[in-house]
């Protein structure tokens, strides 16, 4: 196999080398590395810069970039797991260069997460982390990260297949990034529930063609009713842009929609607590600039909307406002603080770029972009 040496952090390693003329250069090589991920690993290097728990083990591993590096920059002890020999005499060579303290495996995910618990655990699958919440909600002691990159049936674009994997029902609706994100959430959730165990979720967020999730973990039934009581559905009008958010319930009821008077459909089960434990996000913001991370700039852009986002479970999308209303999409600063001076804090969100999350009702909204059209004679 001919490699080619990568650096991300302060970390290189050996990676084997890809065909860069085709549309998907990871997909070419017989062990998988994605340069665009690379802000998903810098991210949870900087967590763990800060939260620095006992143990780390990197379930899927691939070239083990993502081991290689929280053992190499946060000296956090990793363990590096792979089902794929190829992939595990990759990691092996890596870690034999780079030292630190690193366990090398090369097992099935899930039967290692049955014999032997972590204090964090980092699920990196192709596609759904959904066949492996289980045994992972029983193994983490404390710490849960967690990628999904089937966007499609996350956010209801392939709906049965999003309904199979998350027991959960998704919508394609403007605001879709965050109700992929939130179905994740709302399945590792649940999967920790019927442990008995809880979850707080420390940072979170959508990006590009992925979801992520670190969340801490709670063992007592407590916490794990608290959890539950963060499970809810986001009850969507079908013929306007109305929604409304039903937390605490397993059961949607049903809503009649103010506007139009059609009866709302339900978005979930799915996540309706906090994305963000906001004073470890003000200290990663803290800690960035001492950190040597590729992909700082674009972090420190997102950790700044992440600590900026309330906590509603949806957002509007302003451009298909107008477009409904038949008019012109205002300007985004103008109407984040026109309607923040009404009272109704508003900011951009991190989910779209024409995406504001505001507490201001949706004919609020409309009133406003009515308005500043009108004086404009548009
Ligand atoms: C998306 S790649 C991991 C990428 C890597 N974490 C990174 O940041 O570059 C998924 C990896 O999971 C491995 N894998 C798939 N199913 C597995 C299983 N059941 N147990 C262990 N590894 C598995 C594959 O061999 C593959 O290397
Ligand atoms: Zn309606």
Redesign the pocket.
Known sequence: MEYRQITEGSTTFAAPVQDQNTAFPPGTAP????TR?ELN?DMTVLLLSCISPENYL??????G??GLRIAHETGTPAII????PL?VAIIEKNAKTIGGNIRVTCD???RLMCTERFDAIDL???GTPAPFLDAASRAAKRYLFVTATDTAPLCGAHLKAGMRRYFATPKNTEYHAEIGLRIMMGTIAKELIKYDRGMEPILSFAKNHYFRSHVRILGRVTAAETTMNHIGFVMQCPKCLYRTEQKGSLLPQTHICPYCGAETEAIGPLWMGPLQDKPIIASLLEKLPAMQLGTAKQMDKLLHQLLAEPETCTFYDYHIISRNLRVSPPPIDEMITDLTNLGYPTVRTHFAVTGIKTTAPLHIIEEWILSWNKERNL
């Not at 062990?31 to 994605?34: A, G, K, T």
């Not at 990197?58 to 070239?63: E, G, K, P, R, V």
């Not at 797991?81 to 794929?84: E, L, P």
């Open positions: 062990v998988f590395y994605n991920m690993r990197d379930a899927m591993a691939a070239t970039v993502r797991n792979d089902r794929d992939a099935d995910a899930n990196d699958p192709f």
